[in-house]
């Protein structure tokens, strides 16, 4: 029998099964207020971060990115794939996982799945923008697109930003019904809408989170009102885009890294040039944020590195001292650091 791994051969890995096991005793809201805040937290410390646009490989049907950053004491990265046409194959368009490491000595500290916490994490970053920039007293919230984003959106603007209504549309009916009959316990008025027209009647906030491989007119310039916030959130790859160009025109945009943002945001449609406001600064409080009751606010919102960071250290806190994670044998550890082939061969006896 070989020896067995030391404890520094262990790193916490938390699955799909144990994350929304851990989600589940918190309660999701308040894991989404509580997300909000650690990331509206990094944000403010984000100079001292390391901050690249994300690698991105293309391929006809999506494109599979990593996306790492470091505050100088831990590291992370994220995987991450986008590939809208997986649904119609029984497969989701978005899943990834995720490490958290120390910078000290390079080891891992944290494997964790990131499909489940990328939503939460996108929904928690797009209401911490909102409570910034979205008018105040805003109620209602028009969500178009009613995929696997969408639930955990609406659930964000109603514990963070106090929305207390959704206008739901999604060019696949079934999507609404799907989205609809999964909020109806969450204490929000929900109204299904069969255009996105109609979805916008009365919206404070508009939220799109459609997913296509292409650049697409999910709103067009005359559907949105004076003095709205859009949450634009499905824009988020070269070539991929949901608003027509001309409310980018009338719009303050405001976007989390312009290199990449300008790679694969709604803003890839301006030019290079056109500004556009850190959400950073507005939280330091270098930059206004929303200005006057008029101003249509855009969230140019694409995902950023230190949201998963961010997420990734508040899972690593949460799950001390439940059962909502199980060890994995990940790291080498040789008695003696340099004999690793001793270890390998023990192994064989
Ligand atoms: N900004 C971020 O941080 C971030 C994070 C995660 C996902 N995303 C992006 O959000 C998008 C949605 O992700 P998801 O996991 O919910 O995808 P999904 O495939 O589960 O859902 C997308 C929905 O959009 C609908 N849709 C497509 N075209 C439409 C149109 N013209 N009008 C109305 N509805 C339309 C589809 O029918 C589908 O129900 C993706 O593009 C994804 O890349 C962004």
Redesign the pocket.
Known sequence: MPPSPSELAYVPFVSVENMMGLVHQIGIEKVLCDLADAIEADFKRWELFDKTPRVASHSAVGVIELMPTSDGEMYGFKYVN?H?K??KEGL???TAFGLLADVDTGYPKLLSEMTVL??LR?AA?SAMAARHLAPKGARIMAM???????EFQCLAFKAICGIDTVRL????RS?TVRCSANLKRHGLTIVSCTS?QEAMEGAEIITT????KQN?T?LTDNMVGIGVHINA?????PG?TELHRDILLRSEIFVEYPPQTRIEGEIQQLADDHPVTELWEVISGKAKGRTDAKQITLFD???FAI?DFSALRYVLSAIKGTPWFSNLDMVADPDDPRDLFGMFERANQ
């Open positions: 986008g809208p997986n649904t989701q368009t978005v990328t939503a996108t970053s178009i697109g009613n995929g696997a984003q969408s549309y999604d060019i696949d999507a996105g989170c459609t997913a296509d697409a999910i959130i499905g824009g988020d790859c991929k919102s694409v995902g949201e």
